[in-house]
């Protein structure tokens, strides 16, 4: 039985998790937020007192073995997925500015994207899948029958990035948020591993004028001719 993949890769912001939760629903297929992976990974190792210490290899040995181990679950409720780390929710935690920051060092490191593509690949499971990222469709499920690159620009992600953070109670100054969006961009971009870009058959939307909607829409139209072929 051929297991239906689709991916959605892009930049922070841009709306795929939001996206990927909706088409999952939508499809009935399992979700995979491989973001939230990385995130998760990075908190643990900022936890565990790792993240700052990455290019020293005994620090890096510890956080491979880590990467192994994580004790995640996913739980989906009314409000959204839930996310638990060693039996402690963290979907608040894993989406602040710092730890997106640890996910993009981690992502960055071949060692420990090598620990976590196993994990990645025992999302794919019947009727299928939704996988968003920033490789999903360059690098861990290239055979996917629908990828999308879904991007925007760098201010109105971060508009999107300081309504989320205030909407959670936390002082955010948009000058900031927007630094740290192109900072990890041109990290994500310029990376030797895996980086972000577009795959060659990707379907590729700019959300920047374009409300979550509009977006899945779109998303679908392409999708279902996809998955009819």
């Not at 939230?36 to 210490?53: D, Q, V």
């Not at 880590?66 to 780390?85: C, D, M, P, S, Y």
């Not at 990707?202 to 909607?213: Q, T, V």
Request: hydrophobic share 40%; proline share 3%; no cysteine.
């Amino acid at each position: 039985m051929t297991i239906q993949i689709i991916t959605i890769d892009g930049p922070s912001g841009s709306g795929k998790g939001t996206l990927a939760a909706k088409l999952a629903d939508h499809y009935g297929y399992h979700l995979l937020d491989s973001g939230a992976l990385y995130r998760l990974l990075g908190l643990s190792l900022h936890k565990a007192e790792l993240i700052e210490k990455l290019d020293d290899e005994d620090a890096l040995q510890q956080s491979a073995s880590i990467a192994e181990h994580l004790n995640i679950v996913f739980k989906t409720a009314e409000q959204g997925t839930q996310i638990f780390l060693d039996g402690e929710e963290v979907t608040q935690t894993i989406r602040t500015e710092h730890v997106g920051e640890y996910a993009s060092r981690v992502a960055a490191i071949p060692v420990l994207r090598a620990a976590l593509v196993a994990r990645q690949h025992a999302f794919a499971q019947a009727p299928g899948l939704v996988a968003d990222g920033r490789d999903m469709a360059t690098s861990i499920f290239p055979q996917a029958q629908a990828k999308i690159y879904l991007t925007a620009s760098a201010e109105s992600r971060a508009q999107r990035r300081v309504n989320q953070l205030q909407g959670m109670g936390l002082d955010v100054k948009m000058n900031d948020i927007l630094a740290n969006i192109q900072a990890r961009d041109k990290r994500d971009m310029e990376r030797t591993v895996a980086p972000l870009k577009p795959a060659e058959d990707a379907y590729i939307i700019d959300s920047s004028e374009l409300n979550i909607n509009e977006v899945f829409h779109l998303m679908t139209e392409y999708i279902d001719l996809k998955l009819a072929d």
